[in-house]
């Protein structure tokens, strides 16, 4: 089959839609898990993902509320716990790795049902159902809508909390807004890249778009486009060279950012 | 008018006291600076009012819709995030190019909108918060050790422009400081705080306050040390926290 039947035929438009839909709700809310370094917070609310999946095969809910679910419950737990006792990537450390850990146990408890872990982990893309597509869209919009309506708030806090308490803002409510946000793109992402992956479709679109931007609004708008271009590239790459295609995706995101880099250098020199 | 009341405020977290019954009220237009060693709960005082921690005991009022311009202590932005003046100006709300730029004029540091934050100098990111503050038309402008990491003249220079921001606007302004002399000669009112309060007023009256010299007299080694003191309460400069 070739390229252009490829894309006519259904399955390919759908793994591009499916990228393209996460990739616009992802690479916005990247920009803040870069801003705030919460880079391993999203690893830990990812890996929990897993989690979700066992407990939504073993109760029979949906995948996508199954695993929104324990996300969210591990967004929460982690902002809840930061500055007690421990460091904050101690906590991360233990929680990310153990979520990982009981998902994977509970899914090998799993006799009855056949479950696919590697789609899982790595995502399976090319596998997405029309159904998906609206679960990814819905879950895409609801994220993009929530992140323009506590944009300036979000980038108050972000800045500092005590000046956005003076302005009226209370940065513990921002960061529940970013928590939600953070359980919905990994919901919406695990069948698209997989649990061991989203970190990646939300940290380095947005760090590939810093170099050449000069406000918060255009990083985020041109880490949409970038995550966006990449899937495409990515699905592209992975049909001619018969490689995974999750992984792939995040190789080409990678590429692109070496190359954002080098010409924000060239940029900065002259 | 008052622009706000302090009625007995403490607060305390666990074991340790950080503020002890402090009671302190502000008239519009006053320039009240607070002073005290590292760990005299200055910043908190700071904090209580703007609302980002809440009193233990006692009560804040402020006037009915009081509007706060606060300048933080040290605006710590992450290299990652792009940011230009202007936009930072108008992050929370709208304003025209012509407030934008009235307001870094008055803050001395005009035409800078196009600028890049984490291109500024110390001395220029906290004139631009400055500008920021004033874009909001404040009844109060807070400052929290607003000129750390100044050198001596930017010191002064600054506290100059924070003089005519008063006279131009008539806004009441409150700030912490252990720059002791330049801050002292602008300000209507001197809180020395070190827990509590130790001793206030004019600046005359503070620097001559035998409470006052308890807590700065020492390690200066200058003109400050000649006072020899006698006080009837310690000063523990170990208690409390930031």
Same mark, same amino acid.
């Given at each position: ?11 390919? %438009?759908? $793994?591009? #839609?499916? =990228?393209?839909? @996460? !990739?616009?709700?992802?690479?916005? *809310? &990247? ?85 696919? %872990?590697? $789609?899982? #982990?790595? =995502?399976?893309? @090319? !596998?997405?159902?029309?159904?998906? *597509? &609206? ?85 985020? %708008?041109? $880490? ?47 | ?242």
């Amino acid at each position: 089959m070739s390229w252009a039947n490829a894309i006519l035929d259904d399955f390919v %438009l759908r $793994a591009i #839609l499916a =990228g393209i839909g @996460l !990739a616009f709700a992802a690479a916005p *809310l &990247g920009c803040f898990v870069v801003w705030r370094h919460m880079a391993y917070f999203g690893d830990a609310t990812a890996h929990a993902a897993i989690l979700g999946v066992a407990l939504s095969l073993t109760f029979s809910v949906s995948i996508f509320m199954g695993v929104m679910g324990v996300a969210l419950v591990m967004a929460f737990t982690v902002s809840t716990l930061g500055g007690r006792g421990f460091a904050m990537d101690t906590i991360l450390g233990v929680l990310a790795h153990s979520a990982l850990a009981f998902g994977l146990v509970a899914a090998s408890f799993l006799s009855g049902i056949r479950i696919d %872990l590697m $789609a899982y #982990l790595f =995502g399976d893309i @090319l !596998a997405v159902m029309p159904r998906d *597509l &609206g679960v990814i869209w819905g879950g895409g919009a609801l994220v993009v809508g929530l992140l323009i309506w506590r944009w300036s708030a979000l980038l108050t806090s972000t800045l500092n909390p005590d000046l956005a308490y003076a302005e009226g803002v209370d940065p513990r409510r921002e960061q529940m807004v970013l928590n939600v946000a953070l359980a919905i793109v990994v919901a919406v992402a695990i069948k698209v890249v997989g649990a061991l992956l989203i970190t990646a479709m939300l940290i380095i679109p947005a760090a590939a778009a810093r170099p050449l931007t000069r406000t918060p609004e255009t990083m985020a %708008l041109l $880490a949409g486009g970038l995550a966006s271009a990449s899937v495409v590239g990515g699905i592209r790459a992975a049909w001619v060279f018969d490689t995974p295609t999750g992984p792939t995706i995040v190789c080409v995101v990678a590429g692109v950012f070496a190359l954002s880099v080098t010409v924000g250098q060239v940029l900065a020199r002259r | 008018m008052t622009l706000f009341t302090f009625g007995s405020v403490g607060l305390s977290f666990g074991d340790s006291a950080i503020l002890k019954s402090v009671s302190f009220e502000m008239g519009a237009g006053e320039i009240v600076t607070i002073v005290g060693p590292n760990g005299s709960g200055k910043s908190t005082l700071l904090r209580l009012l703007i609302g980002s921690i809440a009193p233990s005991t006692g009560r804040i009022t402020c006037q009915a819709g009081l509007r706060i311009g606060y300048v933080p202590q040290k605006l710590a932005l992450d290299p990652t995030l792009p940011m230009t003046v202007d936009r930072l100006l108008s992050l929370r709300r709208r304003a025209s190019r012509a407030r934008v730029a009235q307001a870094l004029q008055e803050a001395g540091v005009p035409g800078f909108e196009r600028r890049q934050i984490s291109a500024l100098s110390g001395g220029q990111l906290q004139r631009v918060m400055l500008a920021r503050a004033l874009l909001g038309e404040p009844d109060l402008l807070v400052l929290d050790e607003a000129t750390q990491g100044l050198d001596q003249p930017g010191v002064a220079a600054f506290y100059r422009q924070i003089e005519a921001v008063r006279q131009e606007h008539g806004c009441g302004i409150l700030m912490v400081s252990h720059d002791l002399h330049v801050v002292m000669s602008a300000s209507d009112r001197v809180i020395c705080l070190n827990g509590h309060i130790c001793c206030q007023g004019t600046p005359q009256h503070v620097v001559s306050a035998p409470e006052y010299r308890a807590l700065f007299g020492e390690g200066t080694g200058g003109a400050l040390a000649l006072y020899s003191h006698h006080h009837d309460h310690r000063h523990d400069h170990k208690e409390g926290a930031q």
